[in-house]
């Protein structure tokens, strides 16, 4: 999953002698980095109940949406937008965004 990442992502330094990156690969090198990749890495959900597991969960999900924290930026009054304009055709709205991008928010959603 890891490299399916990094290749969606455009690092293409682990496939640079693989068919892949060749002449025969350049549509996978015309698509990458189009769209945000989202990878929620489940390794480390844990719990000893089921509140545990979903507040662990919530935890997994809030690392990866800081890790897109790059879709969106604050004005001057301190609301956040999208980032780029194309993320506005989106039918996520930066509210939605921002409940699993703050950690407390998150946290929240989980029902604890």
Request: charged content about 30%; glycine content about 6%; hydrophobic content about 40%.
């Amino acid at each position: 999953m890891y490299m399916l990442k990094q290749f969606l992502l455009g690092k293409t330094d682990l496939f640079k002698n693989l068919k892949i990156c060749t002449e025969e690969g350049r549509f996978f090198l015309k698509n990458c980095k189009l769209h945000p990749v989202i990878h929620i890495d489940l390794g480390d959900v844990r719990g000893a109940n089921s509140a545990e597991v979903k507040v662990s969960l919530a935890l997994a999900i809030n690392a990866t949406f800081q890790e897109l924290g790059y879709l969106m930026k604050k004005t001057d009054d301190g609301t956040r937008i999208w980032a780029s304009e194309k993320l506005n055709i989106s039918a996520i709205e930066v509210e939605s965004f921002e409940k699993f991008y703050d950690t407390e928010k998150c946290i929240r959603l989980s029902g604890n």
